[in-house]
């Protein structure tokens, strides 16, 4: 017998479908196949899938539209995100708790992704490593902060644990407008910035080298290098 704890197959199938959104594989406004042949396609029941669906539909993921079909939400990551983020807005002085946050998760997620991530993985983080190193080396700041905020989740997808995903995805926006305001005054090609690109390019290397505990350090080291620069803009 299975374990009791064990999740049901409809809670694992939109745990499934999930990380499967939220990591871009079905885009916003997308039409999901027909239960019929998914259910086929993934080898469970049609009742097992249409269960799953309907938890998606109920955390916004998805939209099922009488006669035409299952689509993915426009907006996925943006129902979740929004409670964070009007905290945020009410409590700016908030920034240094969510860095101590983040210090604690993304820490933790290039450890685990450093040990568990697969070739899928490491080839969709050294994409978002050689966005993120051109977008710092550019102009373009809504451009670095989506390639900021990509490369961390990456890194937290990488981790295979759904939890470290779930998290990193409801903190989206947020983590968006942390990232804006981190860099707001980051001028191009400064050493700031280039201090920034050496981060990354630390952190993602020792990912790819299956080096855990260097990987907790290189992420550590950015965050700390993050804090400074907060600490030091609230002092000026």
């Not at 990509?150 to 295979?160: L, N, Q, T």
């Amino acid at each position: 017998m299975k374990h009791a704890l064990a999740a049901r197959l409809p809670d694992q199938l939109a745990s499934r479908l999930e990380r499967a959104i939220l990591a871009g594989e079905h885009r916003p406004g997308e039409r999901l196949p027909p239960e019929r042949d998914w259910a086929a396609r993934l080898g469970v029941s049609r009742a097992a899938l249409r269960e799953a669906l309907g938890q998606l539909a109920e955390r916004g993921l998805v939209l099922r539209r009488h006669g035409a079909g299952t689509f993915v939400s426009d907006q996925p990551d943006a129902r979740r995100a929004d409670a964070w983020t009007q905290l945020l807005q009410r409590q700016p002085l908030m920034q240094a708790d969510l860095l101590e946050f983040r210090d604690m998760l993304e820490a933790r997620c290039a450890e685990l992704a450093a040990e568990r991530a697969d070739e899928t993985d490491l080839a969709r983080l050294a994409a978002c490593h050689e966005a993120v190193a051109a977008a710092y080396a550019g102009r373009d700041r809504p451009a670095q902060v989506r390639a900021d905020v990509a490369f961390h989740r990456a890194i937290a997808d990488a981790a295979r644990n759904p939890v470290f995903s779930y998290l990193v995805a409801t903190l989206l926006a947020l983590l968006h407008e942390h990232v804006h305001i981190s860099i707001a005054d980051l001028a191009p090609d400064s050493a700031e910035a280039r201090a920034l690109a050496a981060q990354h390019e630390a952190l993602w290397r020792r990912i790819e080298a299956r080096d855990p505990a260097g990987a907790a350090q290189a992420a550590r080291r950015h965050i700390d290098f993050v804090r400074q620069r907060w600490q030091r803009a609230l002092e000026d």
